[in-house]
């Protein structure tokens, strides 16, 4: 007897089924996100590219995120996790983007942005949202916590709980 589909196999059912196409844009998640979704037999179907932005530069040359924007409220914002999302789900030319940027650790936070701040963002033809977290742990398991909500935001969308 089988058990309850993973988080990423029930995701990769539904876009199947939707003849949907999704694209990533991670940072601070450094490529998990797209492990994880990859890992799932068949992803090839709904899973067309991924980009790791880890630094500014290359958020703006390849994501085509605003240089002003980035200067202004620096990579760990909601804005710059929208963008993200918007900039990966247009350059791949795909239905739904999703994103992630924050500070992992155990260095590089600050008061205003500590470690364990995450921004996840989606962008699909009927909106983008961020949603914004703050976890605990280690490098490791702040990449992993992150990850995974960004695969619950996905399937908040996907099954309709969203716009």
Do not use: W
């Amino acid at each position: 007897m089988e058990g309850p589909l993973r988080l990423e196999e029930k995701i990769g059912t539904i876009l199947s089924q939707r003849g949907l196409k999704i694209a990533v844009s991670e940072s601070c998640t450094g490529g998990l996100l797209s492990h994880l979704i990859t890992n799932v037999s068949g992803s090839s179907s709904y899973f067309e590219a991924a980009m790791v932005t880890y630094s500014n530069q290359s958020k703006s040359q390849f994501l085509k995120v605003d240089q002003d924007l980035l200067a202004k409220k620096g990579a760990v914002s909601p804005e710059v996790a929208e963008a993200m999302a918007e900039g990966i789900r247009k350059v791949a030319n795909v239905d739904i983007g999703l994103s992630t940027t924050g500070i992992a650790g155990p260095t590089g936070g600050t008061e205003e942005k500590p470690v364990g701040l995450v921004y996840i963002g989606l962008a699909a033809k009927e909106g983008k949202l961020v949603r914004e977290f703050k976890f605990s742990g280690t490098r490791l398991e702040i990449k992993e916590k992150a990850s995974r909500e960004a695969l619950n935001l996905l399937l908040d969308y996907l099954e309709g709980r969203l716009f």
